[in-house]
């Protein structure tokens, strides 16, 4: 994550321009068409955003165009100059990995197209080349994990695997940075084993049965850190086919806070989950409607907030207020 200064809120720091509009913003939002290039299904998280990004245009009247790039950054720059060709209003990019967007983001900026990037930031270099970026602070909901777990284990040796994301997305190295500071300080809390898990149910899985058998059948690991639920989900059933108790005999702390963690959580299996909210875009579509409204430009960053859940949150009461929303 880029240094920026933080809104917490965007609807207050978008207010007062939203206020001083002549005319109603629905309609002004009815009348924009808005290309989303979204990064493709690896994730309930993933699905979830791109379900409420449906819902917070509808809400708005926009039009909204999505193009699933399956994970593939070539098929976002195709998408964007797809989008850039058919004259949208407004292109959101969710960026599958942080490098190599200068040449299409230009191009989108020469056709006075604003970019919006959710979830995911790119290199700084490109700073200039987009209007607003709506994320979390990804180091900061690593930092959260780690400290959780240096709390709960306090002074037990404890050594840690780590399911990281995917490789290049500056949502991976965040998460690793922030929980890497975590537990900074704390040598009895080692990270041990680090590799990714592509941010899926099943590679996190297989990664995880990998790190029991370099493990010696997973006795020596103490907790599993998962840069999202969806590979923690698949690294607990390949503890419980091990003979493990998740949970218990091994900790588990992972970030996104989808329903699936909450069922384990519920049932004992997990431990702690940092919250990923899926409503990037509704901030977004505010950002644009701004924009193209008077001209307001929004600070570069606006930064949504993440909440840490445990078992003493009610996890079924969290798991239903979140079933719904596509995940």
Known sequence: MTARTPVFSCLTALGLSLAVTALPVAAIAADLTVGFSQIGSESGWRAAETTVSKVEAEKRGITLKIADAQQ??????????????????????????STGWETVLAEAKEAEIPVVLLDRDIDPSGKDLYLTAVTSDSVHEGRVAGEWLV?????????????????GASVATNRKKGFEEGIAGHANVTIVRSQTGEFT???????????????????????????????MVGAIQAMKEAGLKPGSEILTVSIDAVPDIFKAMAAGEANATVE?????AGPAFDAIVAFKENGTVPPKWIQTESKLYTAADDPMAVYESKKDLGY
Not at 85 to 96: E, S
Not at 151 to 167: A, F, I, M, P, Y
Not at 276 to 280: F, Q, S, V
């Open 201 to 231: 149910r099943a590679k996190g899985k297989e990664v995880m049965e990998s790190f029991i058998k370099a493990e010696g059948g997973g006795q020596s690991i103490c907790a599993v850190y998962a840069h999202n639920d969806d590979m």
């Open 72 to 97: 593939k950054q070539e098929n976002q720059i195709k998408a964007i100059r797809s989008f850039v060709a058919q004259g949208v209003d407004a292109i959101f990019l969710a960026p599958v990995v």
């Open 151 to 167: 709390k709960t284990v306090g002074d037990k040796t404890c050594n840690v695997v780590e399911l990281q994301g995917t490789v």
């Open 276 to 280: 990923l909210t899926p409503n990037m």
